[in-house]
T-cell receptor
């Protein structure tokens, strides 16, 4: 049982480049979410999903896309990276009303 | 809208001191969940505790204890006899019950605890 896994651990992008942050969980959790963590701001919700085929926006969705084709995977896409998207990204999952468990994080630097 | 306030940005203590991390929350829901997470220097987020809004019993786990008071909308976290390994950023978080946005955790801005010898 690997829990929540994220790849890559660290990524450097140039402004305008696109990339996908991968997230997978093997706990059969219905809910999956993406958060970003910035200094002094805690964690903020980007997008979330309540099940395969269902996604919705969180607090800071602009510049990010998500999809949920399977229960296990919830990738986050940056369509055109901007320096403001430099952050640490955490994926999380949980069962209905369960405790949310987080992946190890992806550190993204946009130059 | 839900909100979590951790007024203490940074706390420094000497090892073996007791320390309390404050958390005040706002929500219109009558059913909600409160959490504490620890983020050590390595960066991962470690779940510590979850508390339901209808259960106001205090919780003790080893050197950790939590005091939940609905009357003051607070969910404070105390570490007894702190150790250097307790040095981390601690986040309080709130989740409202229900479907849809139920997956949303609202986090406080965190309290950085530094424990020195």
């Amino acid at each position: 049982n690997a829990g929540v896994t994220q790849t890559p651990k660290f990524q450097v992008l140039k402004t305008g480049q696109s990339m996908t942050l991968q997230c997978a969980q093997d706990m059969n959790h219905e809910y999956m979410s993406w958060y970003r963590q910035d200094p002094g701001m805690g964690l903020r919700l980007i997008h979330y999903s309540v099940g395969a085929g269902i996604t919705d926006q969180g607090e800071v969705p602009n510049g990010y896309n998500v999809s949920r084709s399977t229960t296990e995977d919830f990738p986050l896409r940056l369509l055109s990276a901007a320096p403001s998207q430099t952050s640490v990204y955490f994926c999380a999952s949980r069962k209905t009303y369960g405790t949310q468990y987080f992946g190890p994080g992806t550190r993204l630097l946009v130059l | 809208a839900q909100k979590v306030t951790q007024a203490q940005t940074e706390i420094s203590v000497v090892e073996k001191e007791d320390v309390t991390l404050d958390c005040v929350y706002e929500t219109r829901d009558t059913t909600y969940y409160l959490f504490w997470y620890k983020q050590p220097p390595s960066g991962e987020l470690v779940f510590l505790i979850r508390r339901n809004s209808f259960d106001e019993q205090n919780e003790i786990s080893g050197r950790y204890s939590w005091n939940f008071q609905k009357s003051t909308s607070s969910f404070n976290f105390t570490i007894t006899a702190s150790q250097v390994v307790d040095s981390a950023v601690y986040f309080c978080a709130l989740s409202e019950a229900g479907t849809g946005t139920a997956s949303k955790l609202t986090f406080g801005t965190g309290t950085r605890l530094q424990v020195t010898l």
